[in-house]
Nanobody, 114 residues
Framework: QVQLVECGGGLVQVGGSLRLSCAASGSIFSRNYMGWYRQAPGKQRELVAVITSDGRITYADSVKGRFTISRDGAKNMVWLQMNDLKPEDTAVYYC????????WGQGTQVTVSS
């Protein structure tokens, strides 16, 4: 079973940056997908960015050009660099590992002041 722990959330001003980290208990290459999702109050959880085991990356249109997902297999870590943050980026951000299985971290709050 995979354990995921996120950190790096916090309060940031509009236009600022944050870097989220996700630490996995096992090899991130044991799963076909490693990604970041977010959920704002009253909204459905949505995909932010995902990276596959063979290095393919997909971003939500709303974050393209601003967010970057990266990984380090030796450290079993995945990061989400968030730049030019906007109020609509405010949400709880979750790390995800999938295929096989579907695993989630506990979430970390990101709040962008307006």
């Amino acid at each position: 079973q995979v354990q995921l722990v996120e950190c790096g959330g916090g309060l940031v001003q509009v236009g600022g940056s944050l870097r989220l980290s996700c630490a996995a208990s096992g090899s991130i290459f044991s799963r076909n997908y490693m990604g970041w999702y977010r959920q704002a109050p009253g909204k459905q959880r949505e995909l932010v960015a995902v990276i596959t085991s063979d290095g393919r990356i997909t971003y939500a249109d709303s974050v393209k050009g601003r967010f970057t997902i990266s990984r380090d297999g030796a450290k079993n870590m995945v990061w989400l660099q968030m730049n030019d943050l906007k109020p609509e980026d405010t949400a709880v951000y979750y790390c995800n590992a999938a295929s096989p299985g579907d695993y989630w971290g506990q979430g970390t709050q990101v709040t962008v002041s307006s």
